[in-house]
Each structure stands twice: as structure tokens, then as C-alpha cells.
């Protein structure tokens, strides 16, 4: 009985001394965290969840409180050392790690920024981000998520199923693709890459070679956008954005597949953050046999983005984007023999740094520089078929070459450099109902181009803007914006867009929101360089040519239904193009004349000559029906249709029937449209995607006369697995059932193209 009171008596007396540190610790007062967040425009933000806990103790307590809708909130906190942070969609999250003394009280007003890679705001329809129901602008978002889970890995792969595009792509595997929005020329989109122009000057961005490693988003602004973005934006503007680094764990990701055409691809993503310091980099290799002879293709990626914050309003951000394809081009083989030969090789390079910062209150300046550089690389060193006949004018000049009755494998040696490098400054003073952006742009343009008779070309432009917004009204959204370029060739334009985004109605249950948007905008194309200077051929450069323009206005309602289960957007759209450049063949009128078909002089000009003129007219109208719906928990639904009604209008130095005045515009479908499946299931995901097109007025340019390039239908598929946590299987099938098509004419587009592969990823954590 003594021996059981003396353990007591120990158990009591260790309980007592060891609670005394814990007694004495929930006596210390507690600390507290307290202040008011605000947007951009000052205004308060309520439902931000603010929260902290123990630095050394990821799984320990959580501390948590909500903003009220002024801004403001409050936290108590036992003293310690917290890491706490701030989050509400679409706000960039933030984070601080503070040591907390008892009793003390500190007070943290924070301004939150929209986060540029967050699905409900829109980067590039405006001066300034905006969210996605307040832009004017007709503009589609594409998340990582969408990209993942369609397994896509080309910009063609995921941007064909988008509303209002069209691609045409000039053979299976690295041949030219060519991009239309709704119904402009492939050059009349401006495409960025993290703020960065990558168009050669003047010209078409070939998106064979794009990959989506590193792509977090792109954003797609359908409407003439030249009055934020200048000379190549007439009928829209495409935009990618590049991955940040958000843990302090770092997150990577590994992949590999494989499949049919001994394709093989793999590579991977390493983020992570360290302090003010975040990073994102990823590397791809893809190599693939292809379907026929000839049709090789390898693709490189290299990419990288990386930021510093000096404070919660000082950020500094680089990125970098690398991609390198080999292709082997058989050629138009529906209708002449593989050119067995002939290779295209592209590099394209860009590079972008931006300094936001504010300046009191209100004031909001951003710097900005950027250069690309595109590396084109055509030749043919050897023939492998020839025009057989003792009066051919396409001799045999290699033993192999393969005899046709009228086609012609020439050799040649094209190489294109082009470099556009640029300087932009802009500040913009931000009130709660009101923005105004002025800006300034200085940018340089070389070409090095081996069949034109200089050596290098260049070319300095210089533009200034402005842009407001005004929101007189909760449920009203205007903007208003001018631009006046001056280009080393054609001068001055002016150039300005308007748009208004209206709320019509707020609503729950089975009829949701009703809003209603209405935009106009002005668009120029500068000419190419090889439409300015005089070739080696004989042709002659126009340097009176003036910009080729677009006058765009479209309108459109968008209704959520059914609890916001589903979105329905429809849209018309009218473009009219006009100074549209054409080339024609100056041939000398007959004695005694001593004119030329042109009907033009100039001194030392060859009695025939090429040479370009701002002739042709064209017009685009139309729809474009979306329709977006959560069918179930596990089922979402997406689907649109375009129809396109583009017109020739005036075209007096049409070369081939196709370009006629009366036709649709080439290689434009009168009417597409997709619909996609996507189901997840515990761990299975899976993509079920189709996607239609009807028949095109197109050429063969081979002076066949065909004209018109049949329609056709494909269906794509992809699912994953996920094993654990971190490791899934992955399968993709592109033309699932082997439909053979062309996206342009004479070039046959891929059959069924199966991989399967590994997917390793660490989701990182702070």
C-alpha cells in the first residue's frame, strides 16, 4: 500500500512539473495580426481567407479568419514564429513569415494583385488585367488543367478545338501550320509569348514549332487589338503565359511516352520558391519516324520563368522560351511523288523581362523589354522527281529522281533571320470605378533574307497610347482606347478600339447571369520585308506600300443556366479587310509601246517585273456559339460552332482560281466546331474530343484546278491513371479512327496516332 501511495505520489509530482511550462505558456497574452486589403483601385476585399501557423509545424494547429467586405481582419494568435497567408480567386496569394511576441500587435495593410494566371482574369484584352466579365473584348481562356487533361502537347493540338479558330497545316509533322481567327489571314494574328511578340515582321507565326512546356494559360482576343498591340494585331491576338514557382518545397514533374511512328517524347518541370525568389524551368525532347517517306520530325523545348519581389507592390520578372524543330517536307504526295529531300528546319527564341511597381495609392507603372528571333531554315539539295520530254523545262539532275508528266522537285536554299527586339514604358492611375493608361512603345525589326538583294533590312517603329476604363455603374464595363503608330514605312496611323461589357441581369436557379458585350476595333498589318526591297529574282519591293487594315465590330450575350451549371455564349462577328497586298507579273505591252500591263514607271525597271500593290478587298462574318456545361459531378461538357461567311470582294491580280473575287477566303471553313467529354473519376481521367470541319475553298498551286478541299471529322482521346499520388499512366489517340483528311490541300494530314506513357509529379508544398 506505501509503495502504491509513493508512485503516486511521483506520477503527480512529474505531471505537475511538466505541466507548468504549458500553464504558463496559455497565460502569455496572445498576439495579434490585424489590417485591411485592398485591390488594385483601393477598394476593400472581402472573403480573403487569411491564415497561420507554426513555421517548424506543417501539420500543427491552424489559425483562420475571413475579411469582412471592407478589407479588414483580425487574427489572435498564441506568440510564436507564423507563416501566414492570404488567398481569394482571382488574387495572387501571398505569404509572410513573422516572429510574434506576446501582446504584440501588428498591423499589415496589403494591396493584392489579380493573379495574371487565374482562369477569371483576362491579361491581354485590356492595359490592365481585368476580370473576365468585366472585358469587352470577346476572349477565351485555356487553363493548365485543360492542357493536362487533353494531354495536348503542340499549341495546334490545343487551340483546334477553340471557338473561331482554324488551323492549316502543310504536311503530318512540322510542316507549315498556319492559324486563322475569325476569318482573317494566318498574318493577322498577333501572337505573344509572356508580353513578347514573336510574328516576324510583317509575317505569319509558323506554330508547328510551339510547344506547351511551361504553359500555364493562353488567352485568346478575338477583334482588331491594334490600338493596344500595333501592327499585326487585325483580327486578334494570341497570348501564352509561362508557369511560376508557389512552393518552398520545390515542385517537379517528369514524363515519357511513346507510340506509333516510333514516337518518343520526354521531359520535365522543376518550380519552387525560395523567399522573394520563384522559378519555374522545363526541358522537352519529341522524335518521331512519321507516316511516310521523308516525314521525320524532331522538336526541342527549353523554357523558363523567373521573378523577384522587392516588396508586395516591386516585382521583377524574366522569361525565356527556346524551340528547335527538324522537319523532313515530302510535299503536296496526294498528287506528285515524296520529295525525298527537302527539309525545313525553325528556331524560335524569345525572350521577356517586365518591372511593375507602384507609386502611392493609385499609381501603377509597368517597364517592360522584349526579343524574339526566328530562324528559318527551307532547302531541297537534291531532286527527286523531274518533267520527263526532250522540251522539259525541268531536266533530270540527279540519276534517282523519278520521271512525272508535270510536276517538278527544283533545289533551293532559302534562309530567313528575322529579330524584333522592344521597349515599352506605361502608367496607369487606378481609381475604384475609373483606370487611365498611357504608354509608350519603341521597336526595332531585322530581316536577313538570302533571296533579296540587300544583305539586311531594318526597320525602327515607335507608337503611343491610351486607354481608359470607366465603371459607371456596378453592372456596366466600358473601354475606350487609341493608338497612333508610327512605322518606318508607312508612317503614322491612327488607330482605336471601344467596347462596352454590360451586366443585364443577375439571377439564380435555372435562368443565372445575362451579360452582353458590344466592341469595335481598327487593325493594321505592317508589309513584309520582302514585299518592300527588291530580290534576286527580278522582282521589285513597293516601298510606297501601305498597311494592310481590318475594321472589326461584333456583339454578343452570355447566359448562365441552371445554377451556373451551364454557359451559353453566341457572338456575331464583321471584319472587313482591305489594302490587302497582292503581287502581280508587270509584262511589257507590245511595240510601240513602251508601257508594262501594271500600267506603272520606274527608272531602270526591266521591260517585266514583279511587283506588289494594296489592291485586294475581303470581308468575314459570322457566329461563334459556345457552350460550357457541368453535366455532373464527374462529367463536364464543352462544346462550339463557327460559322464563318468570308467573301472576296475585289482581288484584280488573282494568279489562281481560288483567289477569284466571289470565293470564300482560303483555307477558312464556312462552318466547324468541336465538342469535348471530360470525365473524372477517383483516380481516372479521361478526354473524349471531336471536332468537325466542312468543305474549304483551298488550291493545289500546281495549276490542277482544284479548289475546293472536302470537309471531314475527327475524334482524339486521352485518359490517365493515377497510381499514387505522385505516379500516373497516361494514354493519348489522336485521329482515332485513322480519318484521312487534309488540313490543306494535297497534304495529307497524320492517321491514328497512339502513345502511352508515365507521368511522375510532385505537387511541392510550403
Not at 478541299?709 to 493519348?732: C, E, H, K, Q, W
Request: net charge neutral; proline share 5%; with cysteine.
Amino acid at each position: 500500500m506505501k509503495k502504491l501511495s509513493f508512485s503516486a505520489s511521483i506520477l503527480a509530482l512529474l505531471f505537475f512539473v511538466l505541466a507548468i511550462p504549458a500553464f504558463s505558456q496559455s497565460q502569455l497574452p496572445d498576439a495579434h495580426v490585424l489590417g485591411a486589403l485592398t485591390d488594385p483601385s483601393g477598394a476593400g476585399i472581402g472573403s480573403v481567407r487569411v491564415t497561420a501557423r507554426l513555421e517548424a509545424a506543417a501539420s500543427a494547429q491552424l489559425w483562420s479568419a475571413t475579411s469582412t467586405t471592407d478589407g479588414a481582419y483580425h487574427l489572435s494568435l498564441p506568440p510564436g514564429r507564423y507563416v501566414i497567408h492570404f488567398s481569394r480567386d482571382p488574387f495572387a496569394p501571398r505569404e509572410f513569415t513573422w516572429d510574434l511576441s506576446p501582446g504584440e500587435s501588428r498591423t499589415l495593410d496589403l494591396r493584392l494583385e489579380l493573379e495574371r494566371l487565374s482562369s477569371s482574369v483576362v491579361v491581354t484584352a485590356e492595359a490592365e488585367p481585368v476580370l473576365r466579365p468585366q472585358s469587352t473584348a470577346p476572349t477565351d481562356v485555356i487553363t493548365r488543367e485543360v492542357i493536362d487533361q487533353r494531354q495536348a502537347v503542340s499549341i495546334p493540338d490545343l487551340l483546334q478545338f477553340s471557338t473561331g479558330l482554324t488551323f492549316a497545316r502543310t504536311g503530318a509533322n512540322g510542316g507549315t501550320s498556319s492559324l486563322f481567327l475569325d476569318g482573317g489571314n494566318s498574318n493577322f494574328t498577333k501572337v505573344l509569348v509572356d508580353g513578347a511578340p514573336i510574328n516576324p515582321p510583317g509575317g505569319a507565326v509558323d506554330f508547328s514549332v510551339l510547344t506547351l512546356d511551361n504553359v500555364d494559360k493562353v488567352e485568346i482576343v478575338r477583334g482588331a487589338e491594334s490600338a493596344l498591340y500595333g501592327t499585326d494585331a487585325v483580327s486578334g491576338v494570341v497570348q501564352l503565359f509561362s508557369h511560376r514557382g508557389t512552393t518552398r518545397i520545390p515542385s517537379v514533374t517528369l514524363f515519357g511516352d511513346g507510340g506509333s511512328y516510333a514516337n518518343g517524347r520526354g521531359g520535365g518541370q522543376f518550380s519552387g520558391l525560395l523567399g522573394a525568389f520563384d522559378y519555374s524551368g522545363a526541358a522537352s525532347y519529341l522524335e518521331t519516324d512519321g507516316q511516310g517517306p521523308n516525314d521525320a520530325f524532331l522538336n526541342r523545348a527549353v523554357t523558363g520563368n523567373f521573378g523577384y519581389a522587392f516588396s508586395d507592390t516591386n516585382h521583377l520578372r524574366l522569361t525565356l522560351r527556346n524551340n528547335t524543330s527538324d522537319a523532313g517536307i515530302p510535299g503536296q504526295t496526294v498528287f506528285e511523288p515524296p520529295s525525298l529531300h527537302q527539309q525545313y528546319d525553325q528556331k524560335l527564341f524569345s525572350a521577356s523581362a517586365r518591372w511593375e511597381f507602384v507609386s502611392g495609392d493609385h499609381w501603377h507603372y509597368q517597364l517592360s523589354g522584349s526579343e524574339s528571333y526566328t530562324h528559318q531554315h527551307s532547302f531541297n539539295p537534291e531532286q527527286s522527281f523531274y518533267i520527263g520530254g526532250s522540251n522539259s523545262f525541268c531536266p533530270q539532275t540527279n540519276p534517282d529522281a523519278v520521271a512525272t508528266t508535270q510536276f517538278c522537285n527544283y533545289t533551293y536554299d532559302d534562309l530567313y533571320n528575322y529579330n524584333r527586339a522592344g521597349f515599352s514604358a506605361q502608367t496607369t492611375y487606378i481609381l475604384r470605378d475609373f483606370a487611365a493608361t498611357a504608354g509608350y512603345q519603341y521597336e526595332v525589326e531585322n530581316g536577313s533574307i538570302s533571296y533579296l538583294a540587300q544583305t539586311h533590312v531594318r526597320r525602327n517603329n515607335q507608337a503611343g497610347f491610351l486607354d481608359f476604363r470607366y465603371l459607371p455603374h456596378p453592372r456596366i464595363s466600358l473601354n475606350l482606347g487609341v493608338r497612333a503608330e508610327a512605322n518606318g514605312n508607312f508612317g503614322t496611323r491612327v488607330v482605336p478600339r471601344a467596347g462596352a461589357s454590360l451586366a443585364l441581369r443577375y439571377g439564380r436557379g435555372f435562368w443565372g447571369d445575362t451579360r452582353y458585350r458590344v466592341f469595335y476595333g481598327v487593325g493594321i498589318k505592317e508589309p513584309r520585308f520582302d514585299q518592300l526591297y527588291t530580290d534576286q529574282f527580278g522582282d521589285i519591293g513597293n516601298p510606297s506600300l501601305k498597311p494592310e487594315a481590318s475594321k472589326n465590330w461584333s456583339t454578343g450575350i452570355e447566359q448562365k443556366l441552371a445554377n451556373d451549371r451551364v454557359k451559353v455564349t453566341a457572338e456575331y462577328f464583321s471584319n472587313r479587310f482591305y489594302n490587302i497586298i497582292s503581287f502581280a507579273f508587270c509584262s511589257a505591252l507590245p511595240p510601240p509601246s513602251t508601257g508594262n500591263t501594271c500600267g506603272i514607271s520606274l527608272p531602270g525597271a526591266p521591260p517585266g517585273f514583279g511587283y506588289y500593290f494594296n489592291t485586294d478587298l475581303a470581308r468575314a462574318r459570322g457566329t461563334n456559339i459556345a457552350v460550357e456545361a457541368r453535366a455532373t459531378k464527374w462529367l463536364f461538357v464543352t462544346g462550339n460552332y463557327t460559322y464563318d461567311d468570308s467573301l472576296i470582294l475585289k482581288s484584280p491580280n488573282a494568279y489562281d482560281p481560288s483567289l477569284i473575287p466571289g470565293n470564300r477566303l482560303a483555307r477558312r471553313p464556312p462552318n466547324s466546331g468541336s465538342i469535348t467529354f471530360t470525365g473524372t473519376f477517383h483516380r481516372f481521367n479521361a478526354t473524349l474530343a471531336g471536332y468537325f470541319t466542312g468543305q474549304r475553298t483551298d488550291s493545289d498551286f500546281l495549276g490542277l484546278g482544284y479548289t475546293r478541299n472536302p470537309g471531314y471529322a475527327r475524334i482524339d482521346m486521352a485518359a490517365s491513371y493515377n497510381v499514387t499520388r505522385s505516379l500516373a499512366f497516361t494514354a493519348r489517340a489522336t485521329n482515332l479512327f485513322d480519318k484521312q483528311y487534309q488540313d490543306a490541300l494535297g497534304y495529307p494530314a497524320l492517321g491514328r496516332d497512339y502513345r502511352f506513357g508515365l507521368r511522375y509529379q510532385f505537387a511541392g508544398h510550403n
